[in-house]
Nanobody, 113 residues
Framework: VQLVESGGGLVQPGGSLRVSCATS????????MGWYRQAPGKQREWVAT???????NYADSVKGRFTISRDNAKNTAYLQMNSLKPEDTAVYYC????????WGQGTQVTVSS
């Protein structure tokens, strides 16, 4: 099983970024996919979730700015991040939740001018 995040980078405040989570070794379509983040010196926090049926939920801190989506044909989950703020700076991790839970290695997102 592999979950591989990509798409992180450096972006200015107010900018946008899309991170991806490509999976293999799981029946992606039946998994709930989630995004989490961990800023330096802080605990990992939940960002967003999308169920196998497409139901989405967001943390209050990102609601209206971030959009989680999935492409079952590509076995990939996405997190579109708009109106980014410096406090969004963190390592972003994806999680696949099913019979077992799996995590990716993370991708760094830095919001700075």
């Amino acid at each position: 099983v592999q979950l591989v995040e990509s798409g992180g980078g450096l972006v200015q405040p107010g900018g946008s970024l899309r991170v991806s989570c490509a999976t293999s070794g799981i029946t992606f379509s039946i998994y709930t996919m989630g995004w989490y983040r961990q800023a330096p010196g802080k605990q990992r926090e939940w960002v967003a979730t999308i169920t196998s049926g497409g139901t989405t939920n967001y943390a209050d801190s990102v609601k209206g700015r971030f959009t989680i989506s999935r492409d079952n044909a590509k076995n990939t989950a996405y997190l579109q991040m708009n109106s980014l703020k410096p406090e969004d700076t963190a390592v972003y991790y994806c999680e696949g939740s099913g019979r077992l839970d799996y995590w990716g290695q993370g991708t760094q997102v830095t919001v700075s001018s």
